[in-house]
């Protein structure tokens, strides 16, 4: 979406009226779903306020604080399709009132309105994993009660074409009756926002569960991956089979699930079918008992309906154009981020195409937008019983770190927080909340703290040891209630063995007797890893191996 940027004004606006032709009907003058009531204005910010009118007519927009003052002003002229884009003047933080917007002689008013913090949460299930299913949820939920903090969440849509609005969506006061069903992790981060800073939040939720980067990233980003040429072929696959663009296949996946639905019906009734099902169930079970193949499964009486192409969800770009392009240009502080084990499968890609992301979004918005993420968690396992296992998680982990070498941008650990089972989702969202808060009130609102958890530097081999060195290791400790865990080591031959060690100062020393020259050390290496590290802040060690230049 392309609009020309408005004039700014700091006097009072008149004499707009647009004349429509004599007979003719002016188009209503329409805001997009974010800017409506209850939004919160990024602070410190010249803010985007947009939407449609009658062609060519004038736009005029003020902001009149509580007390009936014009704080702030602009104008825009719509251009040939109706579309309009002005900016504000630059506002301070926690001021209240509302927009007036005016249109020739159309208006609307958007109420309670506030300046302050505003935030995007993207990614998938662990941040769209609400806060009903929190620890101690009622509890949790019951003292939510804060008008200074809105929600605003995107309703799932993936989309060919990059869509204007966000219908339906709105934004809500912070209460006991609209959090249940928000972000966990966002809530959390905004709570502590709310808490150091004393301002206003707002908090944007965009995410959807058991989803890839790449759907996540437009389609001109995703053709900046001149080494992943398949994720664009995938894009275009999906717009060549429908020209028209989102009402074809809307339609067709609609009839799809029709058809879908019924040929599942019409398998359950077929009495025959279902009866040499159970048999081969049983069959299976006794084959598996005698550790034998299983028999093929039964014929299908009737082929199952042909899916449209592009599930949605699995496409690049789809979600992009769904449920971010409606937000942009609205102005938002930063992004934080949890996703990545949607891409294990492929974990060698990951850091492309999380830097392409990142890029794509900054280029999107026009600003170097701060960008945290969180570093994924402890699961898909039980805990780990040898030295190293080898796995996706651990490379999806280390991939993650390509977004670091981009400015802006900071990483959150979350290996302690996570359930001792194959459990990919896990309660205790707050510590991982809280931590992205750290980083942002570190980094951006100059309330200096160790804010960052230790992270892998470099090591020196000192005879038959080898020690590691760490950055924001100030206070280097085991982890209450821990032992010296989680360390594994290699020499220059033999398997990896777990590794003794002590903590000296910002450095870990670690050996084995039985590896008189060891070359090599890898510490929480595997999906749900022993542990045992932190710094004085109790932000745990990040997992780390010294041999990066291995596959595996």
């Given at each position: 979406m392309k609009f020309v940027f408005?004039?700014?004004?700091?006097?009072?606006?008149?004499?707009?009226?647009?004349q429509p032709p004599t007979g003719a009907t002016a188009p209503a003058l329409r805001l997009p779903a974010i800017i409506s009531d209850h939004m919160v204005l990024q602070a410190d910010s010249a803010d985007p306020i947009w939407g449609w009118a009658a062609p060519h007519s004038d736009i005029a927009i003020q902001f009149i604080d509580g007390q009936g003052k014009v704080v702030a002003e602009?104008?825009?002229k719509a251009g040939s399709d109706g579309r309009w884009l002005a900016q504000l003047p630059v506002l301070k933080t926690s001021i209240s009132g509302k927009l007036h917007i005016t249109a020739g002689s159309q208006s609307?008013?958007?109420?309670?309105?506030?300046?302050?913090?505003?935030?995007?949460?993207?990614?998938?299930?662990?941040m769209s994993f609400t806060m009903s299913g929190v620890l101690d949820a009622n509890r949790e939920i019951a003292k939510a009660n804060d008008p200074q903090m809105r929600l605003f969440s995107v309703p799932t849509l993936a989309a060919i074409k990059p869509?204007?609005?966000?219908?339906?969506?709105?934004?809500?006061?912070?209460?006991?009756?609209?959090?249940?069903?928000?972000?966990?992790?966002g809530y959390y981060f905004g709570k502590h926002l709310r808490s150091s800073l004393g301002q206003p939040v707002g908090l944007i939720g965009s995410y959807v569960g058991g989803t890839?980067?790449?759907?996540?990233?437009?389609?001109?980003?995703?053709?900046?991956?001149?080494?992943?040429?398949?994720?664009?072929?995938q894009y275009d696959a999906v717009a060549k089979a429908y020209p028209g663009g989102d009402d074809q296949w809307k339609k067709d996946r609609a009839d799809f699930a029709l058809k879908y639905g019924e040929w599942k019906k019409a398998l359950a009734d077929n009495t025959e079918y279902q009866a040499a099902l159970e048999a081969w169930?049983?069959?299976?079970?006794?084959?598996?008992?005698?550790?034998?193949?299983?028999?093929?499964?039964?014929?299908?009486?009737?082929?199952?309906?042909?899916?449209?192409?592009?599930?949605?969800?699995?496409i690049p770009s789809l979600l992009y154009n769904g449920m971010i392009a409606p937000l942009v240009p609205y102005g938002i502080r930063g992004v934080i981020w949890f996703q990545a084990d949607g891409n294990m499968g492929q974990p060698f890609e990951y850091g492309q195409l999380i830097k392409a992301l990142i890029n794509d979004w900054r280029a999107q918005w026009k600003t170097e937008l701060p960008?945290?993420?969180?570093?994924?968690?402890?699961?898909?396992?039980?805990?780990?019983?040898?030295?190293?296992?080898?796995?996706?998680?651990?490379?999806?982990?280390?991939?993650?770190?390509?977004?670091?070498?981009?400015?802006?941008?900071?990483?959150?650990?979350s290996i302690d927080v996570g359930l001792p089972v194959p459990e990919p989702h896990f309660p205790n969202k707050k510590p991982v909340g809280d931590r992205l808060a750290l980083l942002a009130l570190n980094d951006l609102y100059n309330q200096k703290t160790l804010a960052n958890s230790p992270a892998y530097k470099d090591f020196h081999i000192e005879g038959g040891k080898i020690r590691l060195r760490f950055a924001d290791a100030d206070g280097l400790r085991l982890i209450p209630g821990h032992e010296f865990a989680g360390f594994a080591i290699k020499g220059d031959t033999g398997d990896w063995v777990w590794a003794q060690g002590r903590i000296d100062g910002d450095s870990i020393l670690v050996w084995n007797e039985a590896v008189p020259k060891p070359i090599a050390v890898r510490y929480a290496w595997a999906s749900n890893p022993l542990i045992s590290i932190e710094n004085s802040a109790a932000l745990p060690l990040r997992p780390f191996r010294t041999d990066t230049q291995s596959p595996k």
């Open positions: 408005a004039t700014l004004l700091l006097l009072p606006l008149t004499g707009f009226a647009d602009a104008k825009a609307k008013e958007i109420a309670d309105v506030l300046t302050g913090q505003t935030w995007l949460c993207g990614g998938q299930s662990n869509q204007d609005d966000a219908p339906g969506a709105k934004w809500t006061l912070c209460t006991p009756g609209s959090l249940p069903s928000f972000s966990a992790v890839r980067a790449e759907v996540w990233t437009s389609i001109a980003g995703v053709k900046q991956l001149s080494s992943l040429p398949q994720y664009a072929v169930k049983k069959d299976s079970a006794v084959a598996k008992l005698a550790g034998k193949a299983n028999p093929p499964m039964p014929k299908l009486p009737l082929a199952a309906p042909v899916a449209p192409l592009g599930g949605g969800a699995g960008f945290y993420y969180v570093e994924m968690n402890n699961m898909r396992d039980f805990p780990q019983k040898t030295p190293v296992i080898l796995n996706n998680l651990s490379l999806i982990r280390e991939q993650q770190q390509a977004a670091l070498e981009l400015p802006a941008t900071g990483v959150v650990c």
